[in-house]
């Protein structure tokens, strides 16, 4: 079992950069591979970034490329989401979720344990 707790949403200006933070506890919650979703208002809940177990690979969606990375501090127990260059389509409750295992996908189902999320709003 892993709990997560997603931090760092705010609201920021188009153009501008956030960081957020996914803290994970739970006596093995370094065994799993993590990503990032996002839902928009009245949107369904779509993929963002993924990385494996060992954190020797990274996905994103072809909306997040270029523009977002994904990492993780395996001493703190946090995988991290920085954002730059925020546009106001980026808005959305931003999710992390966790796997066992070291695969990482880019399907919500294939996730167990999801955060409460946080909230990103972009001005135009």
């Keep these: 079992q892993v709990q997560l707790v997603e931090s760092g949403g705010d609201l920021e200006q188009a153009g501008g950069s956030l960081s957020l933070s996914c803290a994970a506890s739970g006596r093995t919650s370094t065994l799993y591979a993590v990503a990032w979703f996002r839902q928009p208002p009245g949107k369904e809940r779509d993929f ?3 990385i494996t177990m060992r954190g020797g690979a990274t996905y994103y969606a072809d909306s997040a490329k270029g523009r977002f990375t994904i990492s ?9 989401l920085q954002q730059r260059n925020l546009q106001p389509e980026d808005a959305a409750v931003y999710y992390c979720a966790a796997t066992p295992g070291s695969i990482a996908t880019n399907k919500a189902s294939d996730y167990a344990y999801w955060g409460q999320g946080t909230q990103v709003t972009v001005s135009s």
């Design 48 to 50: 963002v970034a993924a």
């Design 72 to 80: 993780r501090d395996y001493a703190k127990n946090t995988v991290y």
